[in-house]
């Protein structure tokens, strides 16, 4: 039984590792795009890198100035 459902899941494996050869060749006939969309990966993850080292540096500051402590907290606004 376990064999009959191994071999129902295989030809989908399959469809989907030809797919995956199929965009890859595509992605190398292109050159232009597949720059322009490793550039723009490369720019997305430096920002984030960005973010995260900012939000490292100064995230207490940050946070200090959202949630205030002590008794200024408590004070109903207005």
């Known amino acids: 039984a376990m064999a009959a459902v191994a071999a129902g899941w295989q030809p ?3 469809a989907l590792t030809a797919l995956g050869r199929e965009l890859a060749a595509e992605w190398a006939a ?3 795009r597949a720059a322009l969309c490793q550039l723009l ?3 997305l ?4 890198l960005g ?3 900012a939000w ?3 995230g207490g500051a940050v946070a200090a100035l959202c949630y ?3 008794p200024a907290a408590r004070r109903s606004p207005g």
């Open 12 to 14: 989908p494996w399959r």
């Open 68 to 70: 205030r402590t002590g």
């Open 30 to 32: 292109q050159d232009v």
């Open 45 to 48: 993850g430096l920002s984030l």
């Open 41 to 43: 990966l490369l720019w």
């Open 56 to 58: 490292r540096a100064y």
């Open 51 to 53: 973010v995260r080292l």
